[in-house]
């Protein structure tokens, strides 16, 4: 079985800083890695994930993360961001079975 | 390209009735479809599995004969609250993985149940 451990809750910070969110996994087989988005009483959208290759991950809107093994983490960074990233992100991890265990959650906010 | 929809987008209903949410993938065919349950400033929980043509798979402490769930065809999946409760309410979001086999989850856009 897979789970995951988003460190931080909530996540204050200013337009045009970067920010960081947390997260890592425990799992006792290959696992691949996804990172989505939740507005306010919308659904999730796929920000990035991992399935194998360069642990570096490219996304969208600016967003990338970095698988790492040793460490067990996978956490998504963004130089710069808007007033618009403010929203709910969950980090996620399935097996060969395709089923998801999300992550508590990271409240990030996104003051002018 | 892959799109899941959900509907109704919200109901309201009177306790001890059924409510059925549908998830349709617009433009895929998926032979899994997941849903999810997700209270207020919570994470999503994983209900249960639909397997186009064969029963559902639910996850433990899920009651299977409350949250009936049908895959009827490769783009449509259902799930009926039966004999709803206050305690129901929650907000239903649907997932689809498309049957070409990526590994990759496509997201409704949610069902808000609120019981009365």
């Known amino acids: 079985a897979q789970s995951v451990t988003q460190l931080d809750s909530q996540v204050p910070v200013f337009e045009e800083a970067p920010v960081e969110l947390r997260c890592n996994y425990s799992s006792s087989v290959s696992v691949y890695l996804f990172w989505y988005v939740q507005y306010p009483n919308q659904g999730l959208q796929l920000l990035l994930k991992y399935l194998s290759g360069s642990t570096l991950v490219k996304g969208i809107n600016g967003f990338e993360a970095e698988f790492n093994k040793s460490q067990t983490s996978f956490h998504l960074r963004k130089p710069s961001v808007h007033i618009s990233d403010t929203a709910e992100y969950f980090c996620?991890?399935?097996?060969?079975?395709?089923?998801?265990?999300f992550g508590a959650g990271t409240t990030v906010t996104v003051r002018a | 390209g892959a799109v899941v929809s959900q509907h109704p987008s919200w109901v309201i209903c009177k306790s001890g009735t059924s409510v059925k949410i549908e998830c349709r993938s617009l433009d895929f065919q998926a032979t899994t479809m997941f849903w999810y349950r997700q209270f207020p400033k919570q994470s999503l929980m994983l209900m249960a599995t639909?397997?186009?043509?064969?029963?559902?798979?639910?996850e433990q402490g899920v009651e299977k004969d409350k949250f009936l769930i049908n895959h009827a065809s490769l783009t449509l999946s259902t799930l009926t609250v039966t004999s709803a409760h206050p305690e129901d309410s929650s907000f239903y979001i649907c997932?689809?993985?498309?049957?070409?086999?990526?590994?990759?989850?496509?997201f409704g856009p949610g069902t808000r149940l609120t019981v009365l």
């Open positions: 997932s689809a993985r498309d049957m070409r086999g990526y590994n990759e989850q496509f």
């Open positions: 996620a991890v399935s097996g060969n079975d395709y089923k998801l265990s």
């Open positions: 639909s397997n186009e043509g064969s029963k559902a798979t639910y």
